[in-house]
């Protein structure tokens, strides 16, 4: 069974930056849907950041509108690792975020429902303060 672990999370003020990474291990797959989802207590799992990594020339990603032009998501493929480089946090930000995968040919588009992806990690937790 494959495994997610993310790191990197922790305590920021508002306006600064944290990257978080999350980890593949237990398989490798040749193309695959990977992303960030962020949850707070009583409110839904919501999606943040999603890419395709199945083509050679291209990385196909969508963001969350409340995230797009401050969070960039990005993977390398040889360490099969995710990333989210987020930027201009707010206290809204705040939230536990989780990784998460689906292996998949291309589906035409990017998903971003996290009822979509079927392996996840545990989480890390941000916390931004005003």
């Known amino acids: 069974q494959g495994q997610l672990v993310e790191s990197g999370g922790g305590s920021v003020q508002a306006g600064g930056s944290l990257t978080l990474s999350c980890a593949a291990s237990g398989y490798t797959y040749s193309s695959n849907y990977m992303g960030w989802f962020r949850q707070t207590p009583g409110k839904e799992r919501e999606g943040v950041a999603a890419l395709y990594s199945g083509f050679f020339s291209r990385t196909p990603t969508t963001y969350a509108d409340s995230v797009k032009g401050r969070f960039t998501i990005s993977k390398d493929n040889a360490k099969n690792t995710l990333s989210l480089q987020m930027n201009s946090l707010n206290p809204e930000d705040t939230a536990m975020y989780y990784c998460?995968?689906?292996?998949?040919?291309?589906?035409?588009?990017?998903?971003?429902?996290?009822?979509?992806?079927?392996?996840w990690g545990q989480g890390t937790q941000v916390t931004v303060s005003s």
């Open positions: 998460a995968t689906l292996p998949s040919p291309w589906l035409g588009y990017v998903p971003l429902s996290p009822e979509r992806f079927n392996v």
